[in-house]
């Protein structure tokens, strides 16, 4: 079960899910605590690849190599099934780079597990066009700089209506520092709060230009760039997104920006999620993101399905057939 759901996290680029996503519904009651997030959306942290490694590397070192080999294949497989959306392909592809050697090689990382560097043994194996997905591992700050790209490019519709997009991703960027470090009034005074400290961390990973508007976006309540802040959680109408696709795009590059920047000065993420992307959530609730194909219904198997114990039964061959994401 850890291995399949710290797969499915790790592999995510953005891991915010439809609340009624029926895979995480399928994990519910194997979790901890509850999902934080609402009705709408779960707001989830990026998986952590020392998690599933320790999965592995535990088992290993304690002598049940079977076990151990059996969960890398378990996240092998895994990797495999989501690699078919591409909203988690390049992770997943850099996940069974780095897994499924060791189905054909099970040696491979006895070398490391003495001084507790499979992690590294990991990574090394991950060829060289796979490596940015792998950013957030060894390299937070470039992470950050590729998901404010990301951020950049997703809201590329905004210079049609004479906007800036590079501009505009800095102040969602200033909107998000703000709703999760605060800023004073009436302006943001260096040095004196938790904003500042963010921001000077943020800034040796942002242009020039960048680095300026977030520091307008957030010193000044009425420069212009605020207009791109959401009200009353909703985004301004310049900003709408003019189709799902559109939404969907700017939904995920502002939450893994979000993620990013967080995992890079140390900020726990809010549960409740950022204003930015809690507001493109809007424009996105009435829609299903991913549309059921008309199937015959299985079989009602209330002693199974209503318990979730049905997951302990999949086999390998099952596992392409679990829900779309």
Known sequence: ???????????????????????????????????????????????????????????????????GLRLAGLMAETATVLRADARFRPRAEALIAMAEPLLA??????????????????????????????LPEWAPGEHFRHTLYDLVESLAYTAS????????AAALLAADVAGVCGVSEPAWAPGSSGTARVVTALYPWMDDEQRQALYLALADPAHPLRGC????????????????????????????????????TGTPAPPE???VPAAVVQC???????????????????????????????????????PPL
């Not at 490391?112 to 792998?134: D, N």
């Not at 209506?161 to 505009?168: C, I, L, S, W």
């Open 161 to 168: 209506r004479g906007m800036d997009p590079r501009a505009v």
């Open 273 to 275: 999620g950022f204003a």
């Open 229 to 264: 802040w959401p009200a009353g959680g909703v985004l301004p109408a310049a900003l709408l997104p003019p189709d799902r696709t559109t939404a969907a795009a700017l939904l995920g590059s502002a939450y893994a920006t979000g993620l990013a920047w967080c995992a890079l």
């Open 105 to 134: 090689s099970p040696w491979l990382d006895h070398h490391a597990l003495p001084g507790g560097a499979v992690r590294q043994a990991w990574l090394a194996r991950c060829p060289p066009h796979l490596v940015s997905a792998t």
């Open 284 to 322: 996105l609730i009435h829609q299903r993101d991913d549309p059921r194909p008309q199937e015959p219904r299985a079989e009602h198997r209330a002693d199974l399905e209503e318990s979730g114990a049905w997951l302990f039964e999949t086999s390998n061959s099952d596992i392409s057939s679990l």
């Open 1 to 67: 079960m850890a291995a399949v759901w710290g797969t499915i996290m790790w592999c995510a680029y953005a891991p915010a899910f439809d609340g009624n996503e029926v895979m995480l519904s399928m994990f519910g009651e194997f979790l901890a605590r509850p999902l934080p997030g609402d009705d709408w959306v779960r707001w989830l942290p990026l998986g952590s690849l020392d998690a599933l490694v320790a999965l592995y590397a535990e088992r290993m070192r304690s002598g049940a190599q079977q076990a």
